[in-house]
């Protein structure tokens, strides 16, 4: 059974940073595609990071040059770090395994989220 804990969220500041995790069992983490999502209250759930098996990256234009996705398979975590958060970053994020880069309707198995908030 694959499981996915996300852990990390919190209230910041415009400009502040945070380091979002993911924890994950019940799969390979070095063989697997994996990403970060997010959804704002009456918003779509969308793509943000995408890391493919052999390590390669991508990103929503929307957070390009400011999070960065990262993966220590040793540790079977998946991360995200955020830095120069603005307001509209402000959303629960989810982990997901098993999909296609950043489309959302891809992925079948989501973590239960955790929750960010960005303060002006």
């Known amino acids: 059974q694959v499981v996915l804990v996300e852990s990390g969220g919190g209230s910041v500041q415009a400009g502040g940073s945070l380091r979002l995790s993911c924890a994950g069992s019940g799969f390979t983490f070095s063989v697997t595609c994996m990403g970060w999502f997010r959804q704002a209250p009456g918003k779509e759930r969308e793509g943000v990071a995408y890391m493919a098996k052999v390590g390669s990256e991508s990103y929503a234009d929307s957070v390009k040059g400011r999070f960065t996705i990262s993966k220590d398979n040793a540790k079977n975590t998946l991360y995200l770090q955020m830095n120069s958060l603005k307001p509209e970053d402000t959303a629960m994020y989810y982990c997901?395994?098993?999909?296609?880069?950043?489309?959302?309707?891809?992925?079948?198995?989501w973590g239960q989220g955790t929750q960010v908030a960005v303060s002006s």
């Open positions: 997901a395994v098993g999909g296609h880069r950043l489309a959302t309707s891809s992925y079948s198995t």
